[in-house]
């Protein structure tokens, strides 16, 4: 499947229980499993492309998995050396997290990616990794990948971050839970929690107070994670704009994560006048509930702090600036640059195509609002940025390429998509 032509739609109005499940949640749940004593059980665990490689990996550590469809359950007794190389394929998340698990592991492991991976900037993890003695190379010093690891003793830290990263925190919560002494980490904003969230409710000595967290080292092996990994918000999200963009509809996305650092892309349409509330049916790891979006005009909004609590949604949020009255503005999310692809020109070039006014910033950019135009545009790999397009379909047609990358985060996206529109696979 390499393109595919969607159609305008009419209005609609849905219930949808089946988003994707949680990419980061997914990744994590994996890998955590492997500092349990005993068998963890992972229900609703995402079955894309980019979690079921961080399933292989922790495999090809040496860890038991047995999968009966419904439950994964993953037992462990300690990590081994691979004889094959680690995949993390397009993902960031897989490949950052893993740097911090494997630096204090005892052997030589070998991590790398697809070509787009591979052109990601991983200094962000190897220049404070080695700051603690972790034994990393990889190529431009390493900056890229392939990237090798030999376990070494760690060091303790206080590390204070440049970069709101969960992927950064993540990385070091995990060296800091096998480092020599008590570490803390503090980031520039908060990054979303989950690590901390999961690690805590597995029995980690980790305390977070405003920007800081602090890690104790582990004693011994944490309790065996059972979780139910709720659908993703990043994910549930490309509805939502469906939704807020077409006359008169509405939808129902449930048992979405309600985590604070992961709907922050919600209240921004809902600044932009989308009429949407949330209702909490549980709270385990995560609050989860149902989030409903109706229609409504849209006006623009400024977007320009906790950026990264709406990083991966600003493609599909762009697709609702572009629908709505004023010029909308994205500022201090130089960070866009180093996702699946380029998104601030990703974004800005699509939006052009469709006719659409938009200014380009190093850190960000304008979107003035108007009537997008049927058009062709490619995904440049990344899979946020077809199913952002895709959506925009929805408005005018859309023809977009190069779709193979929406199966590393959202495999069943064209099943829901058919129940608001027709679409053409080319
Ligand atoms: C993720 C963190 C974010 C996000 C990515 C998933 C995670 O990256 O963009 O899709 O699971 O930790 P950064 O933490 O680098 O911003």
């Known amino acids: 499947m390499s393109s595919v032509v969607v159609n305008k739609c009419e209005e609609f109005s849905l219930e949808i229980s089946s988003i994707a499940p949680d990419k980061s949640i997914s990744h994590r749940s994996a ?6 004593c005993g068998t963890s059980e992972i229900r609703n665990f995402l079955r894309a492309e980019d979690t079921l490689n961080s399933l292989e990996i922790v495999r090809n550590l040496g860890a038991t998995i047995e999968d009966d469809g419904e439950v994964i359950k993953i037992t462990s007794d300690g990590i081994k050396e691979s004889f094959e190389i680690l995949d993390c394929g397009n993902s960031g998340t897989g490949m950052r997290l893993f740097c911090g698990f494997l630096s204090s592991a005892n052997g030589h492991f070998v991590l790398t990616g697809d070509k787009y ?27 890229f990948a392939p990237l090798s690891i030999r376990g070494a003793s760690l060091k303790a830290f206080n590390y204070n971050s440049k970069i709101a990263s969960a992927q950064v925190k993540s990385c070091m919560i995990l060296a800091a839970l096998r480092a020599d002494g008590v570490c803390t980490y503090t980031e520039p904003e908060k990054s979303r929690d989950h690590t901390e969230r999961m690690l805590k409710g597995m029995g980690a000595d980790i305390q977070v107070e405003g920007l800081k967290t602090t890690i104790a080292p582990m004693k011994e092996l944490l309790s065996p994670l059972i979780i139910r990994v709720p659908a993703d918000p990043s994910s549930a999200f490309f509805f939502a704009v469906a939704a807020a963009i077409t006359p008169h509809a509405k939808i129902t996305l449930q048992g979405v994560t309600l985590n604070e650092t992961r709907i922050e892309a919600f209240k921004a349409l809902e600044r932009m006048g989308a009429d949407i509330t949330y209702e909490m049916t549980d709270d385990k790891y995560e609050p989860i509930g149902d989030i409903t979006v109706k229609h409504a005009p849209l006006k623009a909004i400024t977007v320009d702090d906790n950026i990264s609590w709406l990083i991966d949604e600003l493609p599909a949020l762009s697709i609702a600036f572009a629908c709505a009255e004023g010029v909308s503005v ?5 960070e866009l640059r180093v996702k699946e692809s380029d998104r601030i020109s990703t974004v800005v070039e699509g939006l052009s195509a469709c006719g659409i006014e938009t200014t380009e ?37 859309m023809e977009v390429t190069d779709l193979d990358c929406i199966n590393t985060s959202f495999p069943n996206f064209f099943e829901l998509l058919q129940k608001i529109t027709k679409v053409e696979f080319n």
């Open 31 to 36: 890998m955590f499993s492997m500092l349990a």
């Open 117 to 143: 991976l591979r052109s990601r900037p991983m200094k962000r993890v190897t220049t404070p990794l080695r700051d603690i003695g972790a034994k990393l190379d990889g190529r431009a010093d390493g900056d």
């Open 361 to 397: 910033y190093e850190d960000g950019y304008t979107v003035t609002g108007g009537t997008l135009n049927s058009a062709t545009v490619d995904s440049d790999g990344d899979h946020r940025i077809a199913m952002s397009f895709i959506i925009a379909g929805l408005r005018c047609g």
């Open 330 to 334: 994205v500022k201090n999310a130089e």
